[in-house]
């Protein structure tokens, strides 16, 4: 399986931007789908997750209010819209995949599967 994300780019401070992921094959089942981001020099953090039949979303605090996820189950892709971005949302954004529960949404290691990111850049 393989997820390719895009829609990455430079944006001003206060603009937005919409992150796509979608996954290789459809025949298989997907538990959960999520974004992460890593900084230079931090930890790659969780930024939001959707659970795929149920359709519940999830957040990180810093990015709630601004960003949403969203999904397209017979595309096998998901979105995250990013509005109102601020230059601390500059970071390396990551796509991944679960499918099935073995963790909590925003744990790494539950996760079967991860794009290659896709960079997101916001100039003040």
């Known amino acids: 399986v393989q997820l390719q994300a895009c829609g990455g780019g430079l944006v001003q401070a206060g603009g937005s931007l919409r992150l796509s992921c979608q996954a290789s094959e459809r025949t298989f089942s997907i538990y959960q789908m999520g974004w992460f981001r890593q900084a230079p020099g931090k930890e790659r953090e969780f930024v939001a997750a959707?659970?795929?039949?149920?359709?519940?979303?999830y957040y990180a605090d810093s990015v709630k209010g601004r960003f949403t996820i969203a999904s397209d189950n017979a595309k096998n892709t998901v979105y995250l819209q990013m509005n109102s971005l601020k230059p601390e949302d500059t970071a390396l954004y990551y796509c991944?995949?679960?499918?099935?529960?073995?963790?909590?949404?925003?744990?790494?290691?539950?996760?079967?599967?991860w794009g290659q990111g896709t960079q997101v850049t916001v100039s003040s």
């Open positions: 991944a995949l679960a499918r099935w529960y073995s963790g909590g949404y925003a744990e790494h290691r539950t996760y079967n599967y």
């Open positions: 959707i659970m795929w039949n149920v359709g519940s979303t």
